[in-house]
T-cell receptor
Framework: GNSVTQMEGPVTLSEEAFLTINCTYT??????LFWYVQYPGEGLQLLLK?????DKGSNKGFEATYRKETTSFHLEKGSVQVSDSAVYFC?????????????FGKGTLLTVNP | NAGVTQTPKFQVLKTGQSMTLQCAQD?????MSWYRQDPGMGLRLIHY???????DQGEVPNGYNVSRSTTEDFPLRLLSAAPSQTSVYFC????????????FGDGTRLSIL
């Protein structure tokens, strides 16, 4: 079956530090990969996505590259801010016929201190 | 800018009671789904629908029913609430294609006593 494994955290960083959250996946077929972010008390929001191998998704200073050879989609940011404190979810979906289900990792709580 | 709207935001039930969580979207999306979020478990798919009149089970469907009579609405029914169903429930919708991002509502926090 399909699965996503991500760093469990929690991760605590100081402002302006470099962030990496690891994500690896197992999938039958060729998935699309996503990072979602959940701020306290809110629903999930799409942060970035990549739909094929070697694609790089980027948004708000965050980046992730779809690595088919290592089945990975690690999230990085060069300089985090206090406002980046949130839970980050890696996810994949496969489209075959009418099946667009998302499979999520367990989430990584990031806290950024001033 | 409504997007995906869930009601209620909070609910407390007693064991054995039934209730319906409402979900509506105004983006004309074909695909809608319900997830539950539990500590340390991420999000798990309960039920999903690929269009009006079509529903299917996800990873954890037991104790829940859904229907999809219109494109806009996708209610989730708890038939007989159990403490194990205490969770935060999220509804999501997306356009066609596995590369389309899903849009989430703000969630319903449900406690079963």
């Amino acid at each position: 079956g399909n699965s996503v494994t991500q760093m469990e955290g929690p991760v605590t960083l100081s402002e302006e530090a470099f962030l990496t959250i690891n994500c690896t996946y197992t999938a039958t077929g060729y998935p699309s990969l996503f990072w979602y972010v959940q701020y306290p008390g809110e629903g999930l929001q799409l942060l970035l996505k990549a739909t094929k191998a070697d694609d790089k998704g980027s948004n708000k200073g965050f980046e992730a590259t779809y690595r088919k050879e290592t089945t990975s989609f690690h999230l990085e940011k060069g300089s985090v801010q206090v406002s980046d404190s949130a839970v980050y979810f890696c996810a994949l979906s496969l489209s075959g016929g009418s099946n667009y289900k998302l499979t999520f990792g367990k989430g990584t709580l990031l806290t950024v201190n001033p | 800018n409504a997007g995906v709207t869930q009601t209620p935001k909070f609910q407390v039930l007693k064991t054995g009671q039934s209730m319906t969580l409402q979900c509506a979207q105004d983006m004309n999306h074909e695909y809608m789904s319900w997830y539950r979020q539990d500590p340390g478990m991420g999000l798990r798919l309960i039920h999903y629908s690929v269009g009006a009149g079509i529903t299917d089970q996800g990873e954890v469907p037991n104790g829940y029913n859904v229907s999809r009579s219109t494109t806009e609405d996708f209610p989730l029914r708890l038939l007989s609430a159990a403490p194990s169903q205490t969770s935060v429930y999220f509804c999501a919708s997306s356009g066609q294609g596995g590369n389309q991002p899903q849009h989430f509502g703000d969630g319903t926090r449900l406690s079963i006593l």
